[in-house]
C-alpha cells in the first residue's frame, strides 16, 4: 500500500498533486460551513452542471470575444508604442510619461470614461480593455527594443544580410524574450477588467453571470462561475502560451539557480 | 608585381563630442596585397578597430580615399568577411544555421551552400557539432565557429579584430596555429588587428604598427621568418621583443607600455 502511494507520488506531477491538495482543503473546510458561504466541490460542480450548457456556452463566448478583441488592440497599441519608444529617444521622451500614467490608473477610471464617452456597448468595453491593458505591453517592448545587441546587428550588416533579414533573424528573436512576458502580462489585466466590464454594464459574460448570483446570494454558482473562469485562463496558458514559448525559446539552456 | 586588393590613402576619421572634436585616426596610409598576411599592430586605443570598422563598411563617415579591389570602397564586388573579438553567433540558431545565415543571400545553389558549410566547419575542426547551439560549445569552438562562418562566404579578404584576445592562452594559441594553416590552404589575404605584439610576430607577413593620439602608422615591418613557424620560435620570440625595444623607442618612452607587451617578452 505504502509502495504503491510512494509510485503514485513519483509519477503524479506537481502542479496535479498541488490542484488535488487545494480541491482536498477546499472541500475540508466546506465541511465546517454554510453552503451560502463555501459550498463544497462537489456541490458547486452539481449547481454548474443544472445551468443549461448553451447559455453557458454563451456567457463564455461573449467573454472571450471582449478579452479577445481587448488583448489584439491592446497588443497592437503597445508594439507601436512600445518599439517607437524603442528606437527614438525623443518619442521616448514624448511617451513615456503618459505610459507610466495609464498604467497606474485603475482599469476602473477607463471602464467609467469609456462608459460615459461612448456609451455601454461593445466598442466602449473594448476601448476600455485596450486602453488599460496596453501599458505592460509598450514597456515589455520598449524595454525589449532597447535591449537589443548592436553588436550582433554590426556582424549581420558586414556580412551583407538584407534589412529584411536583419530584422527575421536577427532583431525580432531578441524581442520574442519581452514579447511573450507582455502577452501575458496584458492577457491577465484584460480579463479581470473584462469581468468587471461585464459587472458594470454588459448583460452578459461571464463577469455579469458573477455579478447575477451574487445578487441571489448563490455561493455556488459565483464560485462555479470562477472555477470556469480560472480553467479558461489555465487552458490558455498551458495549451496556447506554454507551447508557442516552448517552440520559440527552445535554443535557450535550460536555467537552474 | 603583386595584386593590390586594399589601397588607403590619406585616410582620417573624426568622431565629434560634446567636448569637441576627436581624431581618432590621420593620414593612414596602407597597401594590402593578395594571399598576405598583414597585423595591424599596436596599444589599446590607438585606432586599429576604427580603421578595421571603416574597411567593415559599418562606418562610413571618413576622409580620404579607400580602394579594395581597384573600386572606391562602397563599390567594391569583392568579398569581405569579418571575425569579431566575441564570437557573435546568433545564439538561436544551431551552427549550420549560422552559417547558413550569412550563405543564403549568395547567389549560389542550395547544394553547394551545404558542401561549403560542411567543409568549412571540418576545416576548423567542428565537424559532428552542426546541430549544437552556441550556448553548447566552450568559446574556443564559438570563436572556430566563427571563423568558419567568415570563411564559408568565400571572402577574398578576411578582416578579423583582436579575434583571440578573449581566449585563454592555451586555446588562443591552438587556434593561432589553425589560422595559419587555414590561411595556407585557403589563400585568402588576412587584415589581423592585434595588440598583442607577439601573436603578431607569429602571424603576419607584414606588420603596421600603429601609435595613437592621433592613430596612424609608424611603422611597418616585414616579418621575414620562413613558415610554417613554431609559436616557441626563438626567432619570434625575439623578433617581438626588438619590436617593442623599436616602438618605446620611436615613442621616446618606457614607462607607459608595459602592459601592452605580451607577458612572455614582460616576465623575460
Known sequence: ?257 | MRKSLIKIRGLRKSFSQSSGCLTAIENVQLDIYEKEFVCILGPSGCGKSTLLNILARLDSQYEGSVEVGGAPLEETKLRMAYVFQEPRLLPWLTLKQNLHFVTDSLKIDKESIDTRIGSNLALVGLKGFENSYPYQLSGGMQQRAAIARALCIDPEILLMDEPFSGLDEITARSLRKELTRIWQETGKAVVFVTHNWYEASYLADRILVMKDRPGHIIKEVPVLIDRPRSYEDPRVFEFSSLLVKDFLSLIGGEESTEENMPREVANS
Open chain 1, 1 to 257: 500500500m505504502i509502495k504503491w502511494l510512494s509510485t503514485l507520488n513519483d509519477k503524479m506531477p506537481n502542479r496535479l498533486k498541488s490542484m488535488l491538495l487545494f480541491l482536498g482543503l477546499w472541500w475540508f473546510l466546506s465541511l465546517f460551513m454554510s453552503p451560502n458561504v463555501l459550498p463544497s466541490p462537489l456541490a458547486t460542480v452539481t449547481a454548474f452542471l443544472n445551468n443549461d450548457a448553451s447559455e453557458v456556452l454563451f456567457h463564455v463566448r461573449m467573454t472571450m470575444q471582449r478579452i479577445g478583441m481587448g488583448f489584439f488592440f491592446a497588443m497592437l497599441l503597445g508594439l507601436v508604442l512600445g518599439t517607437m519608444m524603442g528606437v527614438s529617444r525623443v518619442l521616448e521622451t514624448w511617451l513615456d510619461m503618459w505610459v507610466m500614467i495609464v498604467l497606474s490608473t485603475p482599469g476602473l477610471v477607463f471602464v467609467v470614461l469609456s462608459f460615459i464617452w461612448f456609451g455601454m456597448n461593445e466598442f466602449a468595453t473594448v476601448v476600455a480593455i485596450s486602453i488599460a491593458s496596453f501599458p505592460s505591453i509598450a514597456i515589455n517592448v520598449w524595454q525589449g527594443v532597447k535591449a537589443v545587441d548592436g553588436k550582433l546587428i554590426d556582424m549581420a550588416k558586414v556580412f551583407g544580410i538584407s534589412p529584411r533579414m536583419r530584422l527575421k533573424k536577427v532583431i525580432l528573436p531578441q524581442i520574442y524574450p519581452y514579447f511573450m512576458a507582455s502577452a501575458r502580462a496584458c492577457l491577465g489585466i484584460s480579463w479581470k477588467l473584462t469581468a468587471l466590464v461585464e459587472l458594470l454594464g454588459r448583460s452578459n459574460g461571464v463577469g455579469y453571470q458573477l455579478n447575477y448570483w451574487f445578487q441571489l446570494y448563490e455561493m455556488d454558482q459565483v464560485i462555479a462561475w470562477t472555477g470556469l473562469f480560472l480553467i479558461i485562463v489555465l487552458s490558455i496558458e498551458l495549451f496556447i502560451m506554454n507551447p508557442l514559448e516552448k517552440r520559440l525559446f527552445a535554443w535557450r539552456p535550460e536555467v537552474r539557480i
